[in-house]
């Protein structure tokens, strides 16, 4: 469970699924399903494709709904000749509150180096949004022992030049990499272990304050089924979900995985 002050957070990452239609349909059910006393509990975000994040905001704005609203990617420059990207401000403008950096698909399909994901989380950081920072090993790099050396290069150099203070107010995402959109989750005890390593790494590079304040999820292939055993280790204080989190009942679930 996570610490007593680490408000678990549960986060949708829909990839690039649902348009804008199927997007307010998904958020209108969930909220039927979703209430007051798990808003208390838990934190909810939502992270559409950018054409449908006009269209979430509407919809949380007007029903008042606590869902908190995110994006899963954004440049890290404020304006330019950056044909087809998106700046920060733009995400700050329509009241997005978490932005996904270095998710793993964006790190491997489209070239995200660790320098691009390290000025992206300072330009998040600058809209005073939060970043979700992802980080996750391979099948073949954690079949030769390297998971935790992977993970450490990635939060250190995606973390470097920021302040503790900062530091202790983002997410970190745990995605092992051979977990996502397989279906194989990692045990509950390995995501703890390496959950418990990421709080470490954090420790060694911003102190206890940072290390105990800073919130660590875990992703991959987390279900219904899965999410309240992840959710009961000492250091996952929340989840990033995929592909359960295309359906509203299934997600509304794992929001309420502490029921279970
Ligand atoms: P799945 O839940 O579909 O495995 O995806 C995990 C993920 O990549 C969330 O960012």
């Known amino acids: ?38 808003y208390e509990a838990v934190d909810v975000s939502v992270h559409p494709p950018f054409t449908d994040i006009r269209s979430i905001q509407t ?10 609203l995110g994006a899963q ?13 998106v700046a ?12 996904i950096v270095g998710h793993s698909e964006r790190r491997e399909i489209f070239g995200e180096t660790d320098e691009m994901v390290n000025a992206k989380v300072k330009a ?7 970043p979700i920072l992802c980080c996750g ?3 073949d790099e954690r079949e030769a022992g390297q998971a935790e050396s992977k993970v450490e290069t990635q939060i250190l150099a995606g973390l470097h030049g920021v302040g503790k203070e900062a530091i202790a107010g983002l997410v970190i995402a745990y995605e092992p990499i051979w977990a996502i959109g397989t279906g194989v989750t990692a045990t ?17 590079k911003a102190g206890d304050e940072a290390a105990d304040a800073v919130r660590i999820q875990y992703g991959g292939s987390v279900k219904p ?11 996952i204080d929340g989840a990033l979900v995929g592909g359960a989190s295309l359906e509203a009942p299934g997600f509304a679930r794992i929001v309420k995985y502490r029921l279970s």
Not at 74 to 81: M, N
Not at 188 to 195: L, S
Not at 225 to 235: H, K, S, T, Y
Request: glycine residues 6%; proline residues 4%; aromatic residues 4%.
């Open 1 to 38: 469970m996570a610490e007593q002050g680490r408000k678990p957070l549960i986060s949708g990452n829909w990839k690039m699924h649902l348009n804008h239609f199927e997007a307010i349909q998904l958020v209108q059910t969930l909220s039927y399903e979703v209430d007051k006393d798990d």
């Open 59 to 68: 919809i949380l704005d007007a029903d008042r709904l606590p869902i908190l």
């Open 73 to 85: 990617h954004c440049h890290f420059e404020s304006k330019g000749a950056f044909t087809g990207e």
């Open 88 to 99: 920060p401000e733009m995400l700050a403008k329509l009241n997005v509150k978490l932005v």
């Open 124 to 130: 998040i950081l600058k809209q005073d949004m939060t």
């Open 137 to 139: 090993e391979t099948l």
């Open 188 to 204: 509950p005890e390995d995501a703890q272990t390496m959950c418990a390593h990421v709080r470490s790494v954090v420790r060694a």
């Open 225 to 235: 089924g899965n999410a309240a055993e992840l959710m009961g280790q000492a250091d």
